[in-house]
């Protein structure tokens, strides 16, 4: 394994206050093969399934989106936390199409750089708070990670996803945006930056859409700092929202006998209406330009 | 489980349970898919008939069970459930569109273990019908069908072409592809199957080979094709070629809505993502040099596309109301009317409003103690600031008028000092064109009334010389030249070339400042009418200008200024600056061509146009003469680029071409030119033949050896004739003076 030299460094800086603080080992212990977890885990979706059957049925079906951005932590998440929150409770994964997780050092040359997948939001919290909690606290970076822990438990790497593969242990820990997800797979994926969008396209293309499965993907593009994925967090939201009505709405009309009373916008498919819907998400939302590909998962 | 009575959501919360212990084991796969297949069948609800349809393409598509596991999975039922998910007519989209995913993950495993096990028909044929069924409804289903479609389109391209065989000894580690299947199988004839996929592959690329403009059919289609150009090298070639004929720019036609701009970049950057991709996969590609090229043709396009369209790029500063406290506000300062001209009232000079009811109301009707009243109240809700805009404007205004008051010199003369013009040829020019200094001084002694004064009429200029008109056009055309040339754009960055339909003034750069000189330089009135007079007086086969008309075209004015400046510029550096010269030249023909026609009124059929065009043959022959001793052995592609995009040739040019022979060294470049004129311009045919002639009669005996050669091509018999004549001439000197007979004959 290649080490990034700033990461060798930091790594023997920051070696120390790992140990005692955290032990990150018993969170990454691969998903077990055992019936009993899952089965304990679907009680609580079945309730979740129950209540919106009886009271809302609106919401029985719900696109799965997925957020990407460099180092899946501020916009990308911020955009997670938005749409698994929200009053429809997306399923949402989300990862990072960078090399390493990067976040703000003590000055712009000294970045602080883990790897991903296996070191959780929590560790990096800890590490953090105990290297310089002020600094930490004052970018902003120890409430991010703060939020970030409450979501997943750690930054995954998009190249590294498993596409199709069951993800029942972030269900079981209680990840936000989990349920649902469980299938491995997305309708949508958003990205927050044209380089993710491109990173994202092209190892689509590497894997060569082994499931079959179209994806729409968006990029959105956020600058990187709190208040802009703020901003682009609820752009997301309101992108998605209209997506999944368009989906709903879809669904809806096709049923069994909806095609014929179903008009106008209605009887178009979701997929046809993705256009015009970007478009009129994009004149409501001039400063995030937009763009968008169908491709496959 | 298939209890009927249970009511659909009921079902779903137990199907679903089941699919999650399958994702948390996925051995029990094998038990557990038997058993939902029947109750799917069955189903009469659509949520249910949707929920199967997504598992059975799940189950096929996972990669958590390996192949050899999927393809014990694959029974009779799953393709009868396929089957009938797709044949029932009125079937539900949702479910059609999964059942076309499952059968796309299912086809490499069907195929897979049809060859292996040939007495698998049943399968086969479900799979056949299936297959056919699925390709049928490419053209006509709904959209997301159609998307799902293309993909299965995609898959059996792929599994019914050869692909690479890994290892022959372990045929379980190869991937599915027609290379596996045995020649004599019973099922699956080898030659049948070629013939189908070359069909499909065909109708799979048919929509970028129609240069579609919808995304939801192209972006899905560019998007699944990598896979077969990486992994299938017999048809890569085929489908890389029909990509890069692909123009993803093709509906970008201004204007564009929000909606044509997002599909066009979608088109764009899908179509890009998919060559980078190739060019990274493996940047020795044989066709890498093409999809470089196609790539820096589809960013220069793309530029010119999006130059003028709305810029999608985020502005400098966040446009959203969030940060409204971070931005300054930057409100103008009020403007006031002007006051009228005088002489002034009172009332006028405190009238700060254009309401013209407000300023014909009489305040002298309202009660004194109401006005009292109202300025009381008025005066405490009153913004100060503007207040004192207020009277400051009143202030000025009543400087203004005492000043108006004192005696006025009268202004005989413009007065130059204080001239408020944007324009001072004197500050903008170099000090070359500053030497002359016309209107200086004139009126500098007076005593300058103040600028304040109200409205002031300039008294008209004196009337300018001749010879001052001169010096200021000069001054104007070489600062207007030098705003052109310091523009910030170069004419070699220009990404698209529009030629002679390119609107002058359409951008800030140079090339367009270039343009706009050479069009205010051709297209002026150029004396052009003398052609007209000749032409209505018959001697349109005068084609020699007189002595007067020539000296026309050289007088000095302000088109000629502007050629000589731009034959200059072009000679500055005239490697780089040719096409410029070109450019030029071909308007000055162009202009030569539709001039005489202006003047005409129309009494001239366009096609007696007048084969004159003085301007352009001037001009042509000018650069040519100057540029034509400084060509070397390596310029011939210059010279050959030169002489073939001149719109004219005429023998003047093609007489100085030939002097380039008089230096061995550009010989050769000058026969090449020569040819390509011969091959390349029909019209100039029998022109460039005579000048080789010419060549090969003035030439030394090196130049003849070529020279000979090429025209025994192009006039055979020529040659020998004259070496013949020659001979005979040089016998006939030497021996018998018998000269008379012997030119007879070399003549005949």
């Given at each position: 394994m290649s080490i990034d030299p700033r990461r060798a460094r930091l790594q023997a800086r920051t070696a120390t206050p790992t140990q005692p603080t955290a032990l990150p080992p018993t969170v990454q212990a691969p998903p077990v093969a055992l019936p009993q977890p899952p089965l304990a885990a679907v009680p609580p979706s079945l309730d979740g399934a129950a209540v919106p059957t009886s009271a809302a049925p609106e919401t029985s079906f719900k696109l799965k989106f997925c957020t990407v951005c460099a180092s899946n932590n501020n916009r990308s998440m911020e955009a997670h936390l938005r749409l698994a929150t929200s009053d429809q409770k997306y399923p949402v994964l989300s990862f990072g199409t960078g090399s390493f997780v990067r976040l703000p050092g003590p000055s712009i040359s000294q970045p602080q750089v883990y790897d991903f997948n296996i070191t959780s939001y929590d560790t990096m919290y800890k590490e953090l708070q105990a290297q310089d909690e002020r600094l930490y606290r004052n970018n902003g970076i120890l409430n991010m990670l703060d939020r970030n822990r409450n979501i997943k438990w750690g930054p995954e790497k998009f190249h590294d996803w498993a596409v199709g593969a069951a993800r029942l242990e972030p269900i079981n820990r209680g990840d936000k945006g989990s349920m649902g997800a469980?299938?491995?797979?997305?309708?949508?994926?958003?990205?927050?930056?044209?380089?993710?969008?491109?990173?994202?396209?092209?190892?689509?293309?590497?894997?060569?859409?082994?499931?079959?499965?179209?994806?729409?993907?968006?990029?959105?593009?956020?600058?990187?700092?709190?208040?802009?994925?703020?901003?682009?967090?609820?752009?997301?939201?309101?992108?998605?929202?209209a997506l999944n009505e368009a989906a709903n709405q879809e669904?809806?009309?096709?049923?069994?006998?909806?095609?014929?009373?179903?008009?106008?916008?209605?009887?178009?498919?979701?997929?046809?209406?993705?256009?015009?819907?970007?478009?009129?998400?994009?004149?409501?939302?001039?400063?995030?330009?937009?763009?968008?590909?169908?491709?496959?998962? | 489980?298939?209890?009927?009575?249970?009511?659909?959501?009921?079902?779903?919360?137990?199907?679903?349970?089941?699919?999650?212990?399958?994702?948390?084991?996925?051995?029990?796969?094998?038990?557990?898919?038997?058993?939902?297949?029947?109750?799917?069948?069955?189903?009469?609800?659509?949520?249910?008939?949707?929920?199967?349809?997504?598992?059975?393409?799940?189950?096929?598509?996972?990669?958590?069970?390996?192949?050899?596991?999927?393809?014990?999975?694959?029974?009779?039922?799953?393709?009868?459930?396929?089957?009938?998910?797709?044949?029932?007519?009125?079937?539900?989209?949702?479910?059609?569109?999964?059942?076309?995913?499952?059968?796309?993950?299912?086809?490499?495993?069907?195929?897979?273990?049809?060859?292996?096990?040939?007495?698998?028909?049943?399968?086969?044929?479900?799979m056949t019908t299936i297959k056919i069924n699925i390709l049928q409804r490419l053209d006509v289903a709904p959209v997301p069908i159609r998307v799902c479609c293309i993909k299965f389109l995609q898959k059996v391209v792929q599994i019914q072409t050869p692909g690479q065989i890994a290892d022959p000894r372990r045929p379980e580690h190869n991937e599915t592809s027609l290379a596996l299947v045995p020649r004599n199988h019973p099922l699956l004839p080898l030659a049948n199957l070629e013939a189908e996929t070359s069909g499909l592959l065909d109708r799979l690329l048919s929509v970028i080979q129609e240069n579609s403009t919808d995304p939801l059919v192209i972006d899905p289609t560019m998007n699944c094709l990598a896979v077969l150009i990486r992994t299938r090298p017999t048809i890569s070639n085929k489908i890389l070629a029909t990509v890069l004929n692909y123009n993803p720019l093709k509906s970008a036609i201004h204007p564009m809505t929000l909606r044509t701009v997002i599909t066009v970049r979608s088109l764009e950057r899908t179509t890009r993502a998919l060559l980078r991709f190739i060019i990274r996969w493996n940047p020795h590609h044989p066709m890498a040099p093409k999809i470089d090229a196609y790539l820096q043709r589809l960013q220069a396009s793309k530029t010119a596309v999006f130059q003028g369209a709305q810029n999608l790029k985020r502005p400098a500063e966040p446009t959203d109301g969030l940060d409204d406290a971070k931005r300054q506000r930057l409100q103008p300062p009020r403007r006031f009317p002007p006051m009228p001209p005088p002489p002034h009232s009172f009332a006028q000079l405190f009238t700060l409003t254009e309401d013209a009811s407000l300023t014909q109301f009489d305040v002298k009707v309202l009660p004194e103690e109401m006005v009292s009243m109202i300025s009381s109240a008025l005066m405490q809700h009153i913004d100060s600031k503007s207040l004192d805009e207020a009277i400051e404007e009143v202030r000025q205004r009543y400087q203004m008028v005492q000043d108006a008051a004192k005696p006025v010199i009268p202004a005989a003369f413009p007065t130059s000092g204080d001239d408020d013009d944007d324009y001072d040829p004197e500050l903008l020019s170099g000090p070359e064109h500053a030497a002359t200094s016309i209107s200086q001084g004139v009126g500098a002694d007076l005593p300058q009334p103040m600028p304040e004064l109200g409205p002031f009429e300039l008294p008209k200029p004196p009337p300018l010389s001749s010879a001052e008109l001169a010096v200021l056009s000069e001054q104007t055309v070489a600062h207007v030249f030098e705003t052109a040339l310091s523009s910030e754009r170069n004419l070699s960055v220009s990404n698209q070339k529009l030629g002679i339909n390119r609107l002058a003034a359409s951008a800030n750069d140079k090339d367009s400042w270039l343009t706009l000189m050479i069009r205010l330089a051709t297209r002026a009135p150029a004396g052009l009418e003398m052609l007209v007079q000749s032409q209505t007086n018959g001697d349109m086969l005068k084609l020699e200008l007189d002595d007067s008309q020539l000296a026309s075209l050289q007088q000095i004015n302000v088109p000629n200024r502007i050629r000589q400046l731009l034959f200059d510029y072009v000679l500055d550096d005239w490697h780089h600056r040719l096409p410029l010269g070109i450019t030029w030249l071909t308007e000055e023909w162009y202009a030569d061509k539709i001039e005489p026609l202006a003047f005409s009124n129309g009494d001239v059929p366009m096609t007696k146009a007048d084969p004159r065009t003085p301007n352009y043959d001037y001009w042509s022959a000018l650069l040519f003469d100057t540029l034509i001793p400084r060509f070397d052995a390596n310029d011939h592609k210059i010279l050959i680029r030169f002489v073939s995009e001149l719109p004219s040739i005429n023998r003047g040019i093609l007489s100085q071409l030939k002097t380039l022979t008089r230096d061995p060294a550009t010989v050769?470049?000058?026969?090449?030119?020569?040819?390509?004129?011969?091959?390349?311009?029909?019209?100039?045919?029998?022109?460039?033949?005579?000048?080789?002639?010419?060549?090969?009669?003035?030439?030394?005996?090196?130049?003849?050896?070529?020279?000979?050669?090429?025209?025994?091509?192009?006039?055979?018999?020529?040659?020998?004739?004259?070496?013949?004549?020659?001979?005979?001439?040089?016998?006939?000197?030497?021996?018998?003076?018998?000269?008379?007979?012997?030119?007879?004959?070399?003549?005949?």
């Open positions: 469980e299938g491995g797979v997305v309708d949508v994926i958003f990205t927050c930056e044209e380089r993710c969008w491109d990173a994202v396209v092209e190892n689509l293309l590497d894997r060569g859409a082994p499931l079959n499965r179209p994806v729409h993907v968006f990029n959105i593009d956020i600058r990187d700092n709190h208040e802009e994925a703020l901003v682009g967090g609820r752009a997301i939201l309101e992108l998605a929202d669904r809806g009309a096709h049923g069994a006998s909806g095609w014929e009373n179903g008009n106008g916008i209605a009887r178009m498919s979701f997929d046809e209406r993705v256009p015009d819907i970007l478009a009129e998400w994009q004149q409501k939302w001039p400063s995030l330009p937009a763009l968008w590909t169908l491709s496959w998962l | 489980m298939a209890a009927s009575e249970q009511s659909p959501a009921e079902m779903l919360g137990q199907l679903e349970q089941a699919r999650k212990l399958c994702l948390a084991d996925p051995s029990v796969y094998n038990q557990i898919v038997p058993g939902i297949v029947p109750i799917i069948q069955t189903a009469a609800s659509v949520e249910i008939r949707r929920w199967g349809a997504d598992f059975v393409a799940e189950v096929f598509a996972t990669p958590a069970l390996p192949g050899h596991q999927k393809e014990q999975l694959i029974s009779d039922k799953v393709m009868e459930l396929l089957r009938a998910m797709l044949e029932m007519p009125t079937e539900d989209v949702a479910v059609v569109k999964s059942a076309v995913q499952a059968c796309a993950s299912i086809y490499p495993y069907v195929f897979r273990r049809v060859i292996s096990h040939p007495d698998l028909a049943l399968v086969w044929r479900d050769k470049i000058c026969m090449m030119a020569l040819q390509y004129l011969y091959l390349m311009r029909p019209p100039v045919r029998e022109m460039v033949i005579d000048t080789m002639q010419e060549i090969w009669e003035d030439g030394d005996n090196e130049v003849k050896n070529t020279s000979g050669k090429i025209l025994k091509k192009w006039r055979p018999g020529f040659v020998d004739r004259a070496v013949e004549k020659t001979k005979e001439e040089a016998e006939s000197t030497r021996t018998f003076p018998n000269g008379v007979k012997v030119e007879q004959i070399a003549s005949e």
